[in-house]
């Protein structure tokens, strides 16, 4: 319980917050669940999800799935499809123009409790327009639930913090659930660069290549990580800045190991939603004297668990909680045991 009590408190210093799945099934929308349940009648809250969430049943697996609960005085965002199926009262606030393959996204207010499939914004422009959008109707605390495989949604430049969703369905051996989800944790506590702050949301699309005593940036003419030819060596000889606003990813870090590059070079990411690369990868980068930063770092402020798959099996709560307190600072919850 008092982990509980640790993480809605976390909850409630921030304005925005994402939910992040390690896998599918691994509970992201009974987090939501939890959030609202605990926290409505204390804070305007504001929900929308860049997936499918409330669904009957997985749309992959084909599994019961949990429902997007609602409660009187939320105001929730979903697409036109969906919110003509709802079965509760609400008021329609105002409808975005931006379309998607369910149609526009109609941002309502409840008017009475219920349950929802929630289909928000899928491209993070429009996602950041809500969130703004939620914040002139006076919105005190906003989530957004998360899709399997996108973490784009959790970018400090849209959330103040995020919650990792974990479980069972990641994995059958509870040492191997543990690791992945230690990996991503340490990926999301990179430590963010400072030395010379400056604005990177003006550059986009590229590699750019910063001076250390001068801290002029440069456009380097190559794209991205994965399209980077031979010849970048050539660039990183005297200035060891470099910044990179696309993916950053494994092969690319393997690639500067190889090639004697990694000693005292500095590779900056916007932020953990654009590092591809695995920690191994990441530490070896590291041992061989580079450095891995970002620009924005993200504020992880608690792991939920689901101890049961939708294979069938079920890990113990209480081990599992134990076992992952004890490597990470942020409490782990179990967000369907019995006192929450």
Not at 55 to 62: G, K, R, V, W
Not at 194 to 201: G, I, V
Not at 271 to 289: C, M, N, P, Q, V
Request: net charge neutral; glycine share 6%.
């Amino acid at each position: 319980m008092k982990n509980s009590k640790k993480l809605l408190k976390n909850i409630t210093k921030h304005k925005c917050v994402s939910i992040v799945g390690l896998e599918k099934n691994t509970g992201k929308t009974e987090t939501m669940n939890f959030i609202t349940r605990n926290i409505h009648k204390k804070l305007n809250i504001a929900i929308t999800s860049i997936g499918l969430d409330g669904e009957s049943f997985d749309q992959i697996a084909y599994t019961p799935k949990p429902p997007v609960n609602i409660f009187d005085g939320m105001v929730f965002a979903t697409c036109e499809a969906f919110y003509r199926e709802k079965k509760f009262l609400s008021e329609i606030l105002y409808i975005n123009e931006h379309k998607t393959p369910l149609g526009r996204t109609v941002i309502a207010k409840a008017k009475e409790n219920g349950q929802i499939v929630l289909a928000g914004p899928v491209i993070n422009a429009h996602l950041k327009e809500l969130v703004n959008d939620f914040k002139r109707l006076n919105s005190e605390l906003i989530i957004i639930d998360g899709a399997f495989s996108r973490i784009s949604h959790s970018s400090p430049l849209i959330s103040d913090a995020v919650i990792l969703a974990t479980g069972a369905a990641v994995s059958l051996n509870i040492n191997i659930l543990v690791n992945k989800t230690l990996e991503i944790t340490k990926i999301m506590s990179i430590e963010q660069y400072s030395d010379t702050p400056f604005n990177c949301e003006r550059l986009e699309h590229g590699m750019f290549l910063i001076d250390d005593k001068t801290g002029e940036i440069t456009r380097l003419p190559f794209d991205s990580t994965i399209t980077c030819p031979e010849g970048i060596e050539s660039h990183l000889l005297s200035k060891k800045t470099l910044f990179i606003s696309g993916a950053i990813t494994g092969s690319f870090l393997r690639m500067l190991v190889q090639k004697g590059l990694a000693k005292d070079l500095t590779v900056i990411a916007r932020d953990y939603t654009r590092i591809f690369a695995s920690l191994e990868d990441i530490e070896r980068f590291e041992k061989k004297g580079g450095s891995l930063k970002v620009m924005y770092n993200v504020n992880l402020i608690g792991i939920t668990i689901n101890p049961w798959s939708p294979a069938g099996y079920k890990y113990s709560s209480s081990e599992l909680i134990d076992t992952l307190q004890s490597r990470v600072n942020v409490p782990v919850v179990d967000v369907l045991g019995e006192d929450n």
